[in-house]
């Protein structure tokens, strides 16, 4: 029975150990380290902020600079209503800020690690092309 698993996990592809041997002194240490589930659930919502094409191209306009809704909209040739929308769960998620100058709403980065996230993420796709 054991062979016909290990037999189905190769021809489907599936990576897995030939045995199982579970390393204590590894696992021991590796669950020491590891964040809390709850701290790992919340990073996990917020790269699915990122997972939108909208948001992320809202995301990459800023890191140019700050811009305000009607030029953001006129970048991407989008409108104003939906990237406004976007950028609403942009900034719930602390992705972007907002600041008020007279009658405009201006955003940008929330802060350099938004920005690093971006331009890590680019490069490793840069990288196997």
Do not use: N, W
Not at 32 to 49: H, I, Q, V, Y
Not at 55 to 77: F, H, K, P, Q
Not at 94 to 104: A, E, T
């Amino acid at each position: 029975m054991k062979e016909e698993i290990q037999s189905d996990a190769t021809a489907s592809g599936i990576e897995a150990c030939e045995t199982q041997c579970i390393h204590e002194d590894m696992v021991s240490c590796v669950k020491s380290r590891m964040p809390a589930e709850e701290l790992l659930a919340e990073l996990g919502d917020f790269f699915k902020t990122f997972g939108d094409s909208t948001r992320i191209r809202i995301v990459s306009a800023l890191m140019y600079g700050e811009l305000c809704v009607c030029d953001i909209a006129a970048t991407l040739g989008a409108s104003e209503s939906a990237v406004s929308h976007q950028l609403r769960v942009l900034r719930q998620a602390k992705i972007v800020r907002s600041r008020r100058d007279g009658k405009q709403i201006f955003y940008s980065i929330d802060d350099e690690h938004v920005g690093i996230l971006v331009s890590v993420g680019l490069e490793h796709l840069r990288e196997g092309r």
